[in-house]
């Protein structure tokens, strides 16, 4: 029998000094029953179900942001004026009462009606689904995970971090519908968040609204707070860690660099070869926790995630007790790719 010949993958130019070569397990036609576990049909189904409601729930919580705040009529000296408010309290003046004006009043107050009907009506979909994701153990995500990606999401802010590390094996797990079976190599205690400064401005401007990154988390678990020894770091009563990374400074980026004006909050970590991460193909998944809860995690695609992991792994100061673990994560993913995932396969 002649022995089938692997397909390659050409790393790219930020990982190319590695010399460790990039290649996807055969697995045609072949179920690797030791790496991984397929949900059952009734889970899938849940799950492809509960997906799609999250999904539209997604949509109509955008569709909801746009009618945001309010309008009304002043009356002022005799005229009245269609005035706009805002989330913030601010006020904008749209003009007297004119045909024009109440025509605008009466689209806005048709949409924003309709708009929030919409999403009380798949929120509490998304609810019974949730409850269903439970009792069919649709998800093994931690449930902190989970709640800490929602965070970021209704403060705004979600855009501004990709989760990269041990976590981002929830997601390419769940996209592929099983289970890695490994449990040494999904074990971790901290979920790495990647920040992107190269939207720092608008991250500056939104960040007020919310204080500090650490008084956000602080609504997930009131115990978050930050290490004194390791500034980039917020660890719960629990052990459980939240690190904040970033690329090398370059480009003007600020260093060093701390989150807020909040003197308790994160300082940033440099990371090296983040850029690699910053520029790697994205990867979204809705990801479903142990509760039933769901989220979408938004990280790096699995295939960049597997060559990042071997180029990790050969790092002189990379901890000797993970090598291994590198190495195990990225052997997975690439299997998962081939026989889960080829559309990923580059």
Partial sequence: MVRPRFPSFKPSNSLTNNKVPYKIRYMKNIRNTLDFIELDDSAKRQYIDARTIFQAEEAARQAAKEVRGGMYWRRTRGTEYLIRTSTSNSQKCLGARTPETEAIYSRFVERKTAAEARLFSLH??????QKLNRVLHV???PVIVVEILNRLLVAGLA??????GTHALYGFETAAGVRI???????????DLLWDTRKRVQFVTQMPDHGSMVKLLQKVDPSFVVRQDQRYTATNNDGFEVD????????GDPHPCRLSDDEDDFWVVQARNADFLLNAPKFSSVIVATSGQMARMNTISPVAFAEFKRWLAVQPERDPL???RDLRQAEL???LVAEYLPQFSG
């Fill in 124 to 129: 509490q979909a998304l609810i019974r689904n």
């Fill in 139 to 141: 998800g093994r995500v």
């Fill in 244 to 251: 904040i990374l970033r690329r090398e400074a370059k480009e």
């Fill in 159 to 164: 855009e501004h971090f990709t989760v990269v």
């Fill in 322 to 324: 993970k090598r291994s």
């Fill in 181 to 191: 079976a490994d449990s040494s190599a999904m074990e971790t205690r901290d979920v």
């Fill in 333 to 335: 993913v690439d299997a």
